[in-house]
T-cell receptor
Framework: GNSVTQMEGPVTLSEEAFLTINCTYT??????LFWYVQYPGEGLQLLLK?????DKGSNKGFEATYRKETTSFHLEKGSVQVSDSAVYFC????????????FGKGTKLTVNP | DAGVTQSPTHLIKTRGQQVTLRCSPK?????VSWYQQALGQGPQFIFQ???????QRGNFPDRFSGHQFPNYSSELNVNALLLGDSALYLC??????????????FGQGTRLTVV
């Protein structure tokens, strides 16, 4: 079946530190991969996506590369800010789209000044 | 563009009751999906509606049902509420473009508490 495993949290960093949140997936076919962010009390916002192997998604300084050989889609940012504090979800799109998403459990990030 | 809007934002119901949650998709979107997000967990897919029909369904009991209207808005109904149904219910809309679909936009959710 389809599943997503992401790094357990919470993760606490100081401002300007480097961030990595690991995500691996199991899927049949060729899924699309996504990172969503959820700020307190809000719904989910798409952070970045990649639709095929070796694609790199990027947005707001965050990056993730679709690695088919390792079935991974790790999220990275070179220098985090306090405003990046949120819960981050890795997800795969069944059948290659975003219409049915399978999510990981989420990783809570707290960035301290 | 108001994006995806859900109502109500918060709801408290008693065990055994029935509840209806509502969702208006982003302008131009024709597909609505519903997710359940338990506290501290990732969202889980409940079902998806397209052209007023349920197109896909996740692993949820028949107590969970839905509807899509001609204007693409949607309702999620849950009967015989259990304490375990307490969660944030998220609606996502997208545009069905062949097999690839489009980006899913999420609403802010309805927080349901069953007591």
């Amino acid at each position: 079946g389809n599943s997503v495993t992401q790094m357990e949290g919470p993760v606490t960093l100081s401002e300007e530190a480097f961030l990595t949140i690991n995500c691996t997936y199991t899927a049949t076919g060729y899924p699309s991969l996504f990172w969503y962010v959820q700020y307190p009390g809000e719904g989910l916002q798409l952070l970045l996506k990649a639709t095929k192997a070796d694609d790199k998604g990027s947005n707001k300084g965050f990056e993730a590369t679709y690695r088919k050989e390792t079935t991974s889609f790790h999220l990275e940012k070179g220098s985090v800010q306090v405003s990046d504090s949120a819960v981050y979800f890795c997800a795969l799109g069944v059948q290659g789209g975003s219409e049915k998403l399978v999510f990981g459990k989420g990783t809570k990030l707290t960035v301290n000044p | 563009d108001a994006g995806v809007t859900q109502s109500p934002t918060h709801l408290i119901k008693t065990r055994g009751q029935q509840v209806t949650l509502r969702c208006s998709p982003k302008s131009g979107h024709d597909t609505v999906s519903w997710y359940q997000q338990a506290l501290g967990q990732g969202p889980q897919f409940i079902f998806q509606y397209y052209e007023e029909e349920e197109r896909q369904r996740g692993n949820f009991p028949d107590r969970f049902s839905g509807h899509q209207f001609p204007n693409y808005s949607s309702e999620l109904n849950v009967n015989a509420l259990l304490l375990g149904d307490s969660a944030l219910y998220l609606c996502a809309s997208s545009l069905a473009l062949g097999t690839g679909g489009s980006e899913a936009f999420f609403g802010q959710g309805t927080r349901l508490t069953v007591v």
